[in-house]
C-alpha cells in the first residue's frame, strides 16, 4: 500500500491464511484440528504411584516434626527447638547453594556455545580470536572509530540537551519551568560494538545490519529545578543490546545511501544509576512516577515501532515510508493451554504443597498482552488470542511468560521464545513448546497474516472472521496506519479560543493531535511554542469492520480544555470573519455594544454522567496475620478518575464481597477518547494495597444513556465490580423538576452526596465601565462565580475597564429553587470592583430557562454581559411515575396532595434536607386538618436493597397546650418489635407548630416480613429543660400490609390521641 504524509487514512485489509474462494468451506481459524496431546492431562504415573507419591510426601513432613514432639516429652525448653531448626535450615541453605552450583555446570556442558556467548556479553569483554560465529562478526575497527569520535559526540549532547530537550522539558509541565542541565560529560568510555550481523538477500535497495552494542559507560549528567531547589542526575549507565541499521534506500550517486534508519528489535537492557532521584520524584506533578517506569519509557522508545531516520541526502523521496513503513504482517497469536506448569504455592511454610495460579504473558516488541489468571491449575486452558504487528522479519521474537499470580510477587514458571520468520515460513505454526527456565509446554497457534493494499477480499475477510469465536476482541479484518506529518498556521491562543481578527499578544500553543477509533485512542507527543508543529509520527490500528468504523481526530492544545478548531472543514465554531460581528460597523465607527453574548457551538453542550458504584464480588484478601499463617480479608475502597476529577468511595470493613452503593456525578463532554478509570485497593494503616482495575470507554454510555455491568477486575487474580452508569441530559423546561426533586429524594443514597436536579452553564463574555483605580488607573479585572461550595475564577485582563473574558462554566444546582449564583468581579491587587446576586428561581420562570444580557453591578458602576443557562436532568432509568391525582384515606383520616412520586428505582437513598413540595395548607382541594393536626411521611420498599424507606417531611397544625409552642419530633418505631433496633427518631425543632424535618430512615428487612409490620409514628415534645418526661402530641400508627410500598407517594396523615400521654 502505498502512501506519503499527503494521503489520507487507508485500511489495509488482512489475507487469511490459505483463504479458500468460499469461506465457508474450511473451518474457522480458531477452530484447528487438536493436538493429540491437548485434549487431556499430561502423561504420568497411575493412581498407585500418585497415591504412593503422596503418602511419601506426607510421611517426610510428618517427620520434621517427631523432634518437636520429642523435645516436649523430655521437657527441653523451646530454645532447643529453636536451635536444632536453625541448624537445619543453615544446611539446607548451604545444600541449596551446591545445587544450584551443579545445575550450572550442567547447563555448561549442555549448551556450551551459547552459554559462552552469554557470559562474554555479559561480562562486557570482546569476543577472544579463536571464538569464531559464522553469522557474527567481529568489528574492531568500528570500536576504534567510535573511540575517536565519542569526545564530539559529548559536545554534540551537550547542545542538544541544553538547545532542544530542556526547553521541551520546561514547556511540558508548570513545575519544572525552571529546569536546567547544570552538567553534562559522556565521560572516558565509549560504546562498544561487540559483533556485527549482515542479512544479505533481504531488499536489492537496502543493507541491514545488527550491531550486537554494549555500553558501560560513566556518563554525568546534573540536573536543576530552582524553584524547588532540587538537584538530581545520572551518574553512569548501560545499554546492551541488538541494534539494527538499515541503509535505504541505495542511489547511484553519492553518498550511495539515502537515509540510515536505527532502532532495536527487542527492547535493550538498560540501567541507570541515578543520583538525587528521590528528591526529583517530590516535585509535585512528578510524585506518580518512580525510577522504574522512567528506565521502562525510555527503553521502550528505543524499541519498534519507533525509529530514528536520519537522511543523508536532500529532497529525499518516500521519508514517510522510511520513517514509519507499513508492517510486513500480522500474527494472530491464539494462546491455548500449557500443561505439566510447576507448583508453587506452598502452605504452611513450606509443609504442604499446592498448585499454582498461572497467567501468560505475551510480547512482541512493545505490544503486550496479559491473560486471565487459572485459579489453583497447573494444566490451564485460557483460549485468548491476540492480534500483533510485525515490523521486521527476520529478528523480532514472540515471547511467553508463565507466572504464578500471588499477592506480593509473582512466581516465575517459565519463558519460550519463537522467532517470526518461523511463522512466516509455514503460514500457521500449531504446536506444544517448552518452556525455558521451568517446567512444563504452551501450546499456542501462531497464524500470519498478510496485508493487502486493495479491498477486493474485505468481503471475504468479513464473512470469515464471522465464523471465527475470539476472545477478548474480535478478529480484525484490516488495519489502518496514519501518518502525521505537520500542521500550519494553527489559532493562538491563551487559554480560550478567540477570533483572529481580535488576538493580541497571544503566546503560542503547544498542540498535539488525538486519534479514535471507537475506544481505541491514541495520542500524539505535544510540540511546545508553536503554531505550525511538526510532529512526524505514525499510528496503527486494527479495524474489525473498515465499512462502518469511523477515525475522529482532534487537534487539542495541552493545559487547556478546549478544542483547538474543528479538523473537518465546515465544521461549526470555525471562525468566520465575515459573519463573527455583522454589526461591527465601519473602521472608523466604534462599534456597537452587542445585546447579547455570542458563545461558542460547544456552549451548553455538557452532559451530567451519574456513577453508581454499587458492590464488588470475589476480592482478593490482603490481611495477613500472625506473620502470614493466618488469611484475613481486606477492607476495600474505590477510586474513580474522569475528566480530570477523582472521587473515593467509603471503606466497608473486612468483606470481600462489599457493597458500597454510593452515586457521584461529573459533567462531561461529548469528546471522544474518555475513559473512567476504577481502581480498588484494601484500606491499610501504612500503604493501600492493590485489589484491581478497570476502565469504563464513555462512548457506549454517551451513545446509549445507560450502562449497567459486572466489570473484571485486571492486574489480579480475581474481582469483578459492579457499576451502573447513566448519562443525563439537561432540559430547558421546569416542567419535570418536582419530579426530578421527588426521584431524587428516594434514589438518594446514605453515603452520597445530595444528588443533582439541574445544571447551570454560565458563558461570561465581557464587563464595561469598571470604576477605575484610585481614579485614574484602569485596573486589572477578573471575574469568580460561586454557586454553593463550587467556583470559578476566570483570567485576569490587564489593565482595562471594559475586560473581555469569553469564558464559560458549569456547576451543579441540588436545590434551584433556594440556590443563587454569586457573582464578584475583583480587580488584581484592589479588591471588589462589584458584585452580583442571580437567584436561580429567576431562571425557572425565564424562556428556556435562559437568561442572556446585561446585569449591573451591585456597586452602582459597571455591568457585565453573560449568558446563565439552566438545564432539569431527568432520570430515564429510575422507574418513577408521576402522579397528579389526590384522594383521601378513609381508615386514618388521610389526605393526599397531588404530588409526583416514584416506583422502585435502582438507588437507595438518603436525603438530608429536602424540600417539601407541592404543600399548598390554604388550597381548598385538601382535607382540613384533625384537632391534634398532620404529619406527612413518605413510605417506599426498595426491594433491589431489600430496605424499608420512611421520609419525615414535617408536621402541621399541631396542638399548643401551654403558653409556649412546643419542640417537636417525630418517633418512628416498628411494630411489634420495640427496641432500639427498629427505632428512629427525628432532630427536634424549637418553638413551632408546622415544623419541618425532611428526614429518612430505613430498615433492612424482606418484603413479605414488612408487610407483617405496623409503624407506628409519634409526635412528641420535651415537657421541660430539667425533665426527661415527653409529651405526646398526636400519633398515627399505619398497617404495612394496607399501604401501597411501591409508589414512594408523599401523604398527610392525621395524629390521633393516646392513653399513653407523656410516656417516653
Known amino acids: 500500500m502505498e502512501r506519503s504524509p499527503g494521503e489520507g487514512p487507508s485500511p489495509s485489509p488482512m489475507d487469511q491464511p490459505s483463504a479458500p474462494s468460499d469461506p465457508t468451506d474450511q473451518p474457522p481459524a480458531a477452530h484447528a484440528k487438536p493436538d493429540p496431546g491437548s485434549g487431556g492431562q499430561p502423561a504420568g504415573p497411575g493412581a498407585a504411584g500418585e497415591a504412593l507419591a503422596v503418602l511419601t510426601s506426607f510421611g517426610r513432613r510428618l517427620l520434621v516434626l517427631i523432634p518437636v514432639y520429642l523435645a516436649g516429652a523430655v521437657g527441653l525448653s523451646v530454645g532447643f527447638v529453636l536451635f536444632g531448626l536453625a541448624l537445619y535450615l543453615g544446611w539446607r541453605r548451604v545444600r541449596d547453594e551446591k545445587e544450584r552450583s551443579l545445575r550450572a555446570a550442567r547447563q555448561l556442558l549442555d549448551d556450551e556455545e551459547q552459554l559462552t556467548a552469554k557470559t562474554l556479553y555479559m561480562s562486557h569483554r570482546e569476543l577472544p580470536a579463536w571464538v569464531s560465529f559464522p553469522d557474527v562478526e567481529k568489528a ?35 513545575h519544572l519551568q525552571t529546569f536546567t542541565f547544570t552538567r553534562v560529560e559522556l565521560g572516558e568510555k565509549p560504546l562498544r560494538i561487540i559483533g556485527v550481523k549482515v542479512h544479505p538477500g533481504q531488499r536489492k535497495e537496502q543493507i541491514l545490519l545488527d550491531l550486537n552494542i554494549s555500553y558501560v559507560g560513566d556518563v554525568q549528567i546534573d540536573v536543576e529545578v530552582k524553584k524547588y531547589f532540587c538537584k538530581a542526575g545520572v551518574k553512569g549507565m548501560q545499554l546492551h543490546g541488538v541494534l539494527r541499521v538499515i541503509l535505504e534506500p541505495l542511489i547511484g550517486d553519492l553518498p550511495f545511501v539515502g537515509a540510515v534508519s536505527m532502532f532495536f528489535i527487542r527492547r535493550p537492557t538498560l540501567d541507570i544509576n541515578w543520583t538525587g532521584m528521590t ?67 506452598k502452605y504452611v511454610k513450606g509443609l504442604i504443597e499446592g498448585k499454582s495460579d498461572p497467567y501468560a504473558l505475551v510480547r512482541l516488541g512493545t505490544q503486550t498482552f496479559c491473560s486471565r489468571v487459572i485459579d489453583e491449575e497447573l494444566n490451564p486452558q485460557w483460549g485468548e488470542t491476540y492480534e500483533v504487528m510485525v515490523h521486521e522479519v527476520p529478528g523480532q521474537e514472540i515471547e511467553v511468560e508463565v507466572f504464578d499470580k500471588d499477592p506480593d510477587k509473582d512466581d516465575f514458571l517459565g519463558r519460550m521464545k519463537l522467532d517470526v520468520g518461523k511463522v512466516l515460513q509455514a503460514s500457521v505454526l500449531d504446536d506444544w513448546f517448552p518452556l ?44 489502518l496506519v496514519v501518518y502525521l506529518d505537520r500542521a500550519q498556521d494553527l489559532p493562538m491562543v491563551t487559554s480560550e479560543l478567540y477570533p483572529p481578527q481580535l488576538k493580541k499578544g497571544n503566546k503560542e500553543p503547544n498542540p498535539m493531535v488525538q ?52 479538523t473537518v472543514p465546515g465544521c461549526p465554531g470555525a471562525w468566520d470573519v465575515d459573519s463573527e460581528n455583522p454589526q461591527r460597523g465601519s473602521s472608523v465607527d466604534a462599534p456597537p455594544r452587542p445585546c447579547h453574548t455570542t458563545p461558542d457551538s460547544q456552549f451548553g453542550t455538557e452532559h451530567v454522567l451519574r456513577i453508581h458504584v454499587l458492590e464488588a464480588q470475589d476480592l482478593i484478601a490482603k490481611d495477613r496475620f500472625l506473620g502470614g499463617l493466618v488469611k484475613g480479608k481486606s477492607d476495600p475502597y474505590v477510586k474513580l478518575k474522569l475528566a480530570g476529577r477523582s472521587f473515593r468511595s467509603h471503606v466497608v470493613r473486612e468483606d470481600l464481597n462489599p457493597r458500597w452503593n454510593e452515586v457521584f456525578e461529573v459533567i462531561v463532554t461529548s469528546v471522544p477518547g474518555q475513559e473512567l478509570e476504577v481502581e480498588v485497593f484494601d484500606k491499610d494503616l501504612d500503604k493501600d494495597d492493590f485489589l484491581g482495575r478497570c476502565k469504563v470507554h464513555l462512548t457506549t454510555v454517551l451513545n446509549s444513556g445507560f450502562l449497567d455491568e459486572w466489570l473484571t477486575l485486571e492486574d489480579v487474580p480475581s474481582g469483578r465490580l459492579h457499576l451502573r452508569l447513566e448519562r443525563l441530559t439537561p432540559r430547558p423546561t421546569a416542567a419535570e423538576l418536582e419530579e426530578v426533586l421527588q426521584v431524587n429524594s428516594l434514589i438518594q443514597t446514605q453515603k452520597s452526596a445530595e444528588l443533582a436536579a439541574a445544571l447551570l452553564s454560565i458563558y461570561m463574555e465581557r464587563a464595561e465601565d469598571l470604576p477605575l483605580r484610585k481614579g485614574t488607573k484602569h485596573p486589572s479585572p477578573y471575574a469568580t462565580l460561586t454557586v454553593g461550595d463550587s467556583s470559578h475564577k476566570t483570567k485576569t485582563i490587564s489593565q482595562t475597564s471594559a475586560p473581555v473574558w469569553d469564558e464559560s462554566a458549569s456547576f451543579l444546582i441540588r436545590k434551584p429553587h433556594t440556590e443563587s449564583l454569586e457573582l464578584q468581579v475583583r480587580g ?79 438507588i437507595t ?22 384537632p391534634l393536626g398532620q404529619v406527612k411521611l413518605t413510605l417506599w420498599y426498595y426491594s433491589e436493597e431489600r430496605k424499608l424507606v420512611s421520609i419525615v417531611h414535617g408536621c402541621r397544625s399541631l396542638r399548643q397546650n401551654g403558653r409556649d409552642p412546643p419542640d417537636p419530633y417525630v418517633s418512628l418505631l416498628l411494630l411489634p418489635d420495640k427496641n432500639r433496633g427498629t427505632k428512629r427518631r427525628t432532630s427536634q425543632k424549637k418553638r413551632t407548630l408546622s415544623p419541618e424535618f425532611n428526614e429518612r430512615f430505613e430498615w433492612e ?60
Request: aromatic share 6%; charged share 20%; proline share 6%.
Open 140 to 174: 574492531e575497527w568500528l570500536n576504534k572509530i567510535v573511540a575517536q569520535v565519542w569526545p564530539f559526540l559529548g559536545q554534540y549532547m551537550e547542545k542538544l540537551l541544553a538547545e532542544t530537550v530542556a526547553p521541551a522539558v520546561r514547556g511540558s509541565n508548570p
Open 279 to 345: 528528591n526529583l520524584l517530590d516535585i509535585p506533578g512528578l510524585s506518580s512516577l518512580s525510577d522504574t517506569m522512567i528506565m521502562d519509557s525510555i527503553a521502550a522508545f528505543l524499541v519498534l515501532p519507533n525509529r530514528l531516520l536520519v537522511p543523508l541526502v536532500p529532497d529525499l523521496q518516500d521519508v514517510a515510508q522510511l520513517r514509519s513503513p507499513l508492517p510486513r504482517g500480522i500474527i494472530r497469536i491464539h494462546l491455548l493451554a500449557a500443561r505439566g506448569l510447576s507448583s508453587k504455592d
Open 436 to 479: 525455558q527456565g521451568g517446567q512444563g509446554q504452551v501450546h499456542l497457534r501462531l497464524e500470519w497474516l498478510s496485508l493487502l493494499s486493495d479491498a477486493e477480499k474485505l468481503e471475504q475477510v468479513l464473512q470469515w472472521n464471522r465464523g471465527v469465536s475470539s476472545r477478548p476482541e474480535p478478529p480484525s479484518a484490516a488495519i
Open 515 to 566: 486519534l479514535s477509533i471507537q475506544d481505541v485512542t491514541q495520542e500524539s507527543k505535544a510540540v511546545y511554542s508553536t503554531n505550525c508543529p511538526v510532529w512526524e509520527e505514525a499510528f496503527r490500528f486494527f479495524l474489525q469492520d473498515p465499512q462502518s468504523q469511523e477515525v475522529d481526530v482532534q487537534i487539542l492544545y495541552l493545559d487547556s480544555s478546549e478544542i483547538c478548531f474543528p
Open 828 to 906: 488584581e491587587g484592589t479588591g471588589v470592583l462589584g458584585s452580583l446576586s442571580l437567584p436561580l428561581s429567576e431562571l425557572l420562570v425565564a424562556d428556556q430557562l435562559c437568561l442572556d444580557r446585561w446585569f449591573t453591578l451591585s456597586s452602582g458602576q459597571g455591568q457585565v454581559l453573560l449568558r446563565a443557562q439552566l438545564g432539569i436532568l431527568v432520570s430515564q432509568h429510575s422507574g418513577v411515575e408521576a402522579h397528579s391525582h389526590s384522594y383521601s384515606h378513609s381508615s386514618s383520616s388521610l389526605s393526599e396532595e397531588p404530588e409526583l412520586s416514584g416506583g422502585p428505582p435502582h
Open 909 to 930: 437513598s438518603s436525603a438530608p434536607e429536602l424540600r417539601q413540595r407541592l404543600t399548598h395548607v390554604d388550597s381548598p382541594l385538601e382535607a382540613p386538618a384533625g
Open 1005 to 1064: 428487612l424482606p418484603l413479605d416480613e414488612a408487610q407483617r409490620r405496623k409503624l407506628d409514628v409519634s409526635v412528641k415534645s420535651n415537657s421541660s429543660f430539667m425533665s426527661r418526661e415527653r409529651e405526646l402530641l398526636g400519633k398515627v400508627q399505619l398497617d404495612l400490609a394496607e399501604t401501597d410500598l411501591s409508589q414512594g407517594v408523599a401523604r398527610w396523615y392525621d395524629l390521633m390521641d393516646d392513653k399513653d400521654k407523656g410516656s417516653s
